[in-house]
């Protein structure tokens, strides 16, 4: 069956021979993006399905960039079906094993950042976590790099009043 | 931009994510050492940063669960594709007997129509049993009542073409429904168990076309009206090797029936 399916489309190996190593990232970022793990594979896997099924469609360019395109946009499908069905969200939807102790700071994090407008999370998680360019953050958002920096701004200031008002002890850490 | 240019915010920003410019990095950082305010905005910053990769970087060191391996996720595909293609084969079966197929295939004389239509109901069913493992066929091809029972059912003396100088190897064929009367699909397979299909329905009309090209997704459909039968070549939409294949039928089909044109 595997390899059926590879061979159905024998001229499109390139994306997914570059797939591969990108995996890791795309689930480190929907780990953060979506918070359970489970949700967050899925979106991997709907990721990686979609970018298969159009692979055709890829043209050269940055492989990583459209790759996170398409999780964001699967990402916002999926919120909007969460919102149409409120009965079924889930209050604590954090997976346990993956915050840390110590000091609970993975939690206020996941906090913080789950109160910001999700434009707001993405380009932060997508600079911070992912280290991309502004460039390539306008680019997956499909919006104007000015636009980036001022929901990179507004994510920052919003994410410092809540860290801060919250959990004084983590200027510690500074 | 000069060294003693003012500091604006998307600086600080870039100063925090390593995206400043060289040539302005000295003025940023006489710029904090001046201004507390700043400098604790551009620190919490920093600890904002580092709180969110010391939280979510571990993930990407983790093993890839089976279900997100890749030839994993290239099985789930074709699974996604196969419901679709249930859904359009169903569409097919239904509409192939009421109504839409044998609207199409009825208007004489149209045969462009005629194989059009054909080609939308190919690609149905191409979708629908390529995508089959274990039953894509009802008759192997080893079975010696292959064609004469297509033929029969179709009504048209029917071939399965040597497919071979395309790497082609028969599987069998089956018998689908159309509004005008059966139609004979036959399912060929690669070296590298990629799948082709040549679908065949009388077309009820002594035109001809040339090769009509159809796409639906991630099938591409050649198909022809020749001789009073309808042909649609399917498979990988890679349209220059589908082209190779019908030519290849095309010519199985003129060098059997010469006294046909």
Known sequence: MDALTFAMEPDMTTVRRGLEPLIPALRRFARALARNSEAADDLVQDTLVRALRAEHLFHGGDLRTWLFTILLNLDRNRRRGLSRRPVLAVIEDIDPEAAPASDGSGRDIERGLALLPAEQREVLLLVTLEGLSYREAAEIQGVPIGTVMSRLSRARAALRAHLEGELPQLRRVQ | ?????????????????????????????????????????????????????????????????????????????????????????????????????????????????????????????????????????????????????????????????????????????????????????????????????????????????????????????????????????AGPSERERLDRVARLVYAAYEESSPARR
């Open chain 2, 1 to 233: 931009m000069t060294d003693d240019a003012p500091i604006t915010e998307d600086e600080l920003h870039a100063y925090v994510d390593g995206a400043l410019p060289a040539d302005r990095l000295a003025a940023v950082k006489s710029h904090l050492a001046v201004n507390p305010e700043e400098a604790a905005r551009v620190a919490a910053w920093r600890a904002q940063a580092a709180h969110i990769r010391e939280r979510w970087s571990a993930v990407a060191d983790e093993p890839i669960p089976e279900r997100l391996r890749i030839e994993n996720i290239a099985v789930r595909a074709s699974g996604i594709r196969r419901k679709v293609a249930i859904a359009a084969a169903i569409a097919f079966l239904i509409g192939g007997t009421t109504g839409w197929l044998g609207r199409d295939l009825s208007g004489l004389g149209n045969e462009r129509q005629i194989a059009l239509a054909l080609a939308d109901a190919a690609i149905a069913a191409h979708r629908l049993y390529v995508a089959e493992v274990r039953h894509p066929i009802e008759v192997r091809a080893e079975e010696e009542h292959l064609l004469r029972w297509l033929s029969r059912k179709v009504g048209s003396p029917l071939k399965a073409p040597d497919l071979a100088p395309e790497g082609l190897k028969l599987l069998g064929g089956r018998l689908l429904p159309g509004a005008r009367g059966p139609t004979a699909l036959f399912m060929y397979e690669g070296a590298g168990g990629e799948r082709v299909t040549i679908t065949c329905a009388r077309a009820a009309s002594e035109g001809e076309t040339g090769f009509l090209w159809r796409q639906a997704g991630e099938i591409g459909a050649i198909a022809w009206v020749e001789g009073g039968i309808a042909f649609v070549v």
